[in-house]
Protein backbone atom coordinates (compact mmCIF):
# COMPACT_ATOMS: atom_id res chain seq x y z
CA UNK A 1 0.00 0.00 0.00
CA UNK A 2 1.37 3.50 -0.78
CA UNK A 3 -0.47 6.88 0.49
CA UNK A 4 0.17 10.32 -0.46
CA UNK A 5 0.19 12.80 2.40
CA UNK A 6 0.96 16.05 0.80
CA UNK A 7 4.57 15.68 -0.66
CA UNK A 8 5.36 13.29 1.79
CA UNK A 9 5.57 9.28 0.59
CA UNK A 10 4.51 6.55 3.01
CA UNK A 11 5.72 2.82 1.98
CA UNK A 12 4.19 0.54 4.45
CA UNK A 13 6.23 -2.82 4.68
CA UNK A 14 4.99 -5.98 6.44
CA UNK A 15 8.06 -7.94 7.45
CA UNK A 16 8.37 -11.72 8.72
CA UNK A 17 8.40 -12.22 12.11
CA UNK A 18 11.82 -13.77 13.66
CA UNK A 19 11.75 -17.25 15.43
CA UNK A 20 14.52 -16.61 17.66
CA UNK A 21 17.65 -15.57 18.09
CA UNK A 22 20.70 -16.62 15.25
CA UNK A 23 22.82 -19.26 16.21
CA UNK A 24 26.28 -19.02 16.98
CA UNK A 25 27.30 -20.85 13.61
CA UNK A 26 24.67 -19.30 11.29
CA UNK A 27 24.37 -20.35 7.71
CA UNK A 28 23.04 -17.97 5.18
CA UNK A 29 19.38 -19.55 5.48
CA UNK A 30 19.58 -18.91 9.10
CA UNK A 31 20.85 -15.45 8.38
CA UNK A 32 17.91 -14.65 6.11
CA UNK A 33 15.37 -16.43 8.25
CA UNK A 34 16.22 -14.06 11.13
CA UNK A 35 16.56 -10.89 8.48
CA UNK A 36 19.90 -10.53 8.92
CA UNK A 37 22.60 -9.63 6.28
CA UNK A 38 25.19 -11.97 5.29
CA UNK A 39 28.60 -10.13 5.01
CA UNK A 40 29.35 -8.85 1.60
CA UNK A 41 32.05 -11.07 1.05
CA UNK A 42 30.29 -14.23 1.25
CA UNK A 43 29.02 -13.32 -1.84
CA UNK A 44 25.15 -15.41 -1.29
CA UNK A 45 21.70 -14.20 -2.64
CA UNK A 46 21.02 -12.51 1.24
CA UNK A 47 24.47 -10.09 0.85
CA UNK A 48 24.67 -6.75 -0.74
CA UNK A 49 26.93 -7.90 -3.04
CA UNK A 50 27.03 -6.02 -6.79
CA UNK A 51 24.21 -4.00 -6.62
CA UNK A 52 25.70 -1.57 -9.07
CA UNK A 53 25.18 -4.16 -11.53
CA UNK A 54 22.17 -5.19 -10.75
CA UNK A 55 19.82 -2.10 -11.91
CA UNK A 56 20.09 1.76 -12.95
CA UNK A 57 18.27 4.91 -12.75
CA UNK A 58 16.98 6.52 -15.87
CA UNK A 59 15.51 9.97 -15.50
CA UNK A 60 12.88 11.75 -17.62
CA UNK A 61 11.18 8.50 -18.85
CA UNK A 62 7.99 8.68 -20.78
CA UNK A 63 5.72 11.70 -20.98
CA UNK A 64 6.44 13.29 -17.86
CA UNK A 65 9.15 15.50 -17.23
CA UNK A 66 11.38 14.57 -14.13
CA UNK A 67 9.52 11.20 -14.29
CA UNK A 68 12.13 8.15 -12.24
CA UNK A 69 11.90 4.48 -13.00
CA UNK A 70 14.44 2.05 -11.49
CA UNK A 71 15.45 -0.66 -14.22
CA UNK A 72 17.13 -4.08 -14.46
CA UNK A 73 20.28 -4.01 -16.15
CA UNK A 74 20.27 -8.60 -15.84
CA UNK A 75 18.43 -11.36 -14.84
CA UNK A 76 18.20 -11.51 -11.40
CA UNK A 77 17.12 -14.66 -9.36
CA UNK A 78 14.53 -15.24 -6.86
CA UNK A 79 15.18 -14.41 -3.86
CA UNK A 80 18.24 -12.15 -4.70
CA UNK A 81 18.28 -8.53 -3.23
CA UNK A 82 18.14 -6.11 -6.24
CA UNK A 83 18.44 -2.27 -4.57
CA UNK A 84 19.04 -1.15 -1.48
CA UNK A 85 17.81 2.47 -0.55
CA UNK A 86 20.67 5.06 0.39
CA UNK A 87 21.72 6.50 3.76
CA UNK A 88 18.73 6.29 6.03
CA UNK A 89 17.69 7.27 9.51
CA UNK A 90 15.63 5.02 11.39
CA UNK A 91 12.90 5.89 14.05
CA UNK A 92 12.23 2.88 16.63
CA UNK A 93 9.99 4.42 19.23
CA UNK A 94 6.09 5.92 18.73
CA UNK A 95 6.97 9.02 20.09
CA UNK A 96 9.80 9.84 17.68
CA UNK A 97 7.58 8.86 15.03
CA UNK A 98 4.49 10.69 15.61
CA UNK A 99 6.97 14.21 16.20
CA UNK A 100 8.45 13.36 12.60
CA UNK A 101 5.14 12.70 11.23
CA UNK A 102 4.29 16.41 13.06
CA UNK A 103 6.87 18.00 11.50
CA UNK A 104 6.52 16.88 7.72
CA UNK A 105 3.00 17.94 7.64
CA UNK A 106 3.57 21.14 8.65
CA UNK A 107 6.38 21.68 6.73
CA UNK A 108 4.86 20.33 3.79
CA UNK A 109 1.86 22.42 4.14
CA UNK A 110 3.90 25.55 3.96
CA UNK A 111 2.81 26.67 0.40
CA UNK A 112 5.97 28.76 -0.52
CA UNK A 113 8.94 27.10 -2.37
CA UNK A 114 10.41 25.21 0.77
CA UNK A 115 12.12 22.52 1.21
CA UNK A 116 9.26 19.55 1.31
CA UNK A 117 10.08 16.07 2.63
CA UNK A 118 10.16 13.23 0.06
CA UNK A 119 9.16 9.78 1.95
CA UNK A 120 9.41 7.65 4.77
CA UNK A 121 9.47 3.36 4.88
CA UNK A 122 7.12 2.54 8.15
CA UNK A 123 6.72 -0.59 9.39
CA UNK A 124 6.91 -2.87 12.19
CA UNK A 125 9.94 -3.84 14.11
CA UNK A 126 10.02 -7.59 14.61
CA UNK A 127 11.57 -7.84 18.09
CA UNK A 128 8.78 -5.75 19.30
CA UNK A 129 6.14 -5.16 17.74
CA UNK A 130 6.41 -1.55 18.00
CA UNK A 131 6.13 1.04 14.77
CA UNK A 132 9.21 2.75 13.47
CA UNK A 133 10.15 4.45 10.63
CA UNK A 134 12.63 4.95 7.93
CA UNK A 135 13.61 8.51 6.79
CA UNK A 136 16.49 9.37 3.94
CA UNK A 137 18.95 11.29 4.86
CA UNK A 138 17.85 14.81 3.49
CA UNK A 139 14.55 14.23 5.24
CA UNK A 140 16.87 13.97 8.38
CA UNK A 141 18.75 16.72 7.76
CA UNK A 142 15.79 18.88 7.34
CA UNK A 143 14.14 18.20 10.73
CA UNK A 144 17.78 18.36 12.49
CA UNK A 145 17.82 21.90 11.80
CA UNK A 146 14.71 22.11 13.73
CA UNK A 147 13.89 22.58 17.23
CA UNK A 148 12.88 18.80 18.20
CA UNK A 149 13.55 16.46 21.03
CA UNK A 150 17.06 15.22 21.90
CA UNK A 151 15.63 11.86 21.69
CA UNK A 152 14.76 12.31 18.08
CA UNK A 153 17.82 14.78 17.29
CA UNK A 154 19.70 11.25 18.36
CA UNK A 155 17.99 9.21 15.84
CA UNK A 156 18.00 10.98 13.02
CA UNK A 157 21.84 11.73 13.66
CA UNK A 158 22.77 7.77 13.56
CA UNK A 159 22.16 7.04 9.45
CA UNK A 160 23.63 4.06 7.67
CA UNK A 161 25.62 4.75 5.28
CA UNK A 162 24.45 2.55 2.55
CA UNK A 163 24.91 3.85 -0.89
CA UNK A 164 22.10 2.60 -3.43
CA UNK A 165 18.90 3.70 -5.81
CA UNK A 166 15.91 1.71 -4.04
CA UNK A 167 14.18 4.44 -3.13
CA UNK A 168 14.17 5.13 -6.84
CA UNK A 169 11.42 1.97 -7.36
CA UNK A 170 8.36 2.72 -8.10
CA UNK A 171 4.69 1.08 -7.00
CA UNK A 172 1.93 -0.62 -9.23
CA UNK A 173 -1.11 -1.37 -8.03
CA UNK A 174 -1.40 -4.72 -10.53
CA UNK A 175 -0.14 -7.63 -8.19
CA UNK A 176 1.10 -9.69 -11.36
CA UNK A 177 3.67 -6.42 -12.61
CA UNK A 178 5.10 -6.64 -8.46
CA UNK A 179 7.88 -8.07 -9.44
CA UNK A 180 10.05 -7.06 -6.20
CA UNK A 181 8.88 -6.80 -2.19
CA UNK A 182 10.50 -3.63 0.34
CA UNK A 183 11.54 -5.55 3.22
CA UNK A 184 13.72 -4.08 6.37
CA UNK A 185 16.58 -6.02 6.84
CA UNK A 186 19.22 -5.82 10.22
CA UNK A 187 22.67 -4.59 9.22
CA UNK A 188 26.16 -4.82 11.13
CA UNK A 189 23.81 -6.44 13.68
CA UNK A 190 26.48 -8.67 15.06
CA UNK A 191 29.86 -9.45 15.48
CA UNK A 192 31.58 -12.50 14.22
CA UNK A 193 35.00 -14.42 14.36
CA UNK A 194 37.18 -15.46 11.71
CA UNK A 195 35.00 -18.58 11.16
CA UNK A 196 31.90 -16.72 10.91
CA UNK A 197 31.11 -17.66 14.51
CA UNK A 198 28.77 -14.99 16.46
CA UNK A 199 30.59 -13.14 18.86
CA UNK A 200 27.93 -10.67 20.19
CA UNK A 201 24.74 -8.87 19.13
CA UNK A 202 24.81 -5.13 19.12
CA UNK A 203 21.92 -2.89 18.37
CA UNK A 204 20.70 -3.19 14.84
CA UNK A 205 21.45 -0.70 11.86
CA UNK A 206 18.08 -1.04 10.35
CA UNK A 207 18.66 -0.72 6.14
CA UNK A 208 15.59 -1.04 3.64
CA UNK A 209 15.95 -3.53 1.01
CA UNK A 210 14.62 -4.76 -2.10
CA UNK A 211 14.60 -8.47 -2.97
CA UNK A 212 13.32 -9.76 -6.28
CA UNK A 213 9.47 -11.55 -5.83
CA UNK A 214 9.13 -12.61 -9.60
CA UNK A 215 11.17 -13.10 -12.69
CA UNK A 216 13.05 -10.33 -13.35
CA UNK A 217 14.82 -9.92 -17.00
CA UNK A 218 17.36 -7.22 -18.71
CA UNK A 219 15.81 -4.24 -19.44
CA UNK A 220 12.38 -4.75 -17.20
CA UNK A 221 10.67 -1.83 -14.87
CA UNK A 222 11.56 -2.54 -11.17
CA UNK A 223 8.21 -2.46 -8.83
CA UNK A 224 6.77 -3.12 -6.18
Known amino acids: MIQLLMSLFEWVV ?3 ERT ?3 CTSPTCEDR ?12 CKNSLTRL ?14 GNTELISNTCIV ?4 VAVFEETATMWSQDEVLEFERVAVKQNAIESDVQKFEFFVSGSNPENQCHLHIVPCEDAELVLSMEITSSLRH ?5 SEWKGVGQYVNHTCYKRHQ ?9 QAMQEDDNGNALTTVKPD ?3 VLRKKLEIQPNEFIRY
Open 32 to 43: QAQLFLCPANCG
Open 78 to 81: EGEF
Open 52 to 65: AEKSRVVKDYGLRS
Open 14 to 16: TIC
Open 20 to 22: GPL
Open 206 to 208: VTV
Open 155 to 159: SLQSQ
Open 179 to 187: NVELQFIMV
